[in-house]
């Protein structure tokens, strides 16, 4: 399985940015796929998760700022609108099995993209 994130950059805070994630050789079909981000000297934090019901699940830090998505062709999204300095970080493309709620949890996920870099600064 590989997992391959792009759409990070440097953003003016309450911008605007969506990240992409095309996955390859995941097949699961109980699948899920979330992002987590990792500021830094910050742990891992699971931001948005969806599964194969179609199920989302968000961290409260985003809720209602961030949207995750997955299209037909299995290319996960993430749109961030309303971005804070504190967004700041390195986001990353995760997948395994299971509800979306374990999809916020790393320690349940199976497969990591390397990340890519999100800047919020003016």
């Known amino acids: 399985v590989q997992l391959v994130e792009s759409g990070g950059g440097l953003v003016q805070p309450g911008g605007s940015l969506r990240l992409s994630c095309v996955a390859s050789?995941?097949?699961?079909?109980?699948?899920?796929m979330g992002w987590f981000r990792q500021a830094p000297g910050k742990q891992r934090e699971g931001l948005a998760a969806?599964?194969?019901?179609?199920?989302k699940a968000y961290a409260d830090s985003v809720k209602g700022r961030f949207t995750i998505s997955l299209d037909d062709k299995k290319i996960l999204y993430l749109q961030m609108n309303s971005l804070k300095p504190e967004d700041t970080g390195t986001y990353y493309c995760?997948?395994?099995?299971?509800?979306?709620?374990?999809?916020?949890?790393?320690?349940?996920?199976?497969?990591w993209g390397k990340g890519t870099l999100v800047t919020i600064s003016s």
């Open positions: 995760a997948a395994g099995s299971g509800e979306a709620w374990v999809g916020l949890r790393a320690e349940f996920m199976d497969y």
């Open positions: 969806i599964d194969s019901d179609d199920e």
């Open positions: 050789g995941y097949t699961s079909r109980n699948y899920l």
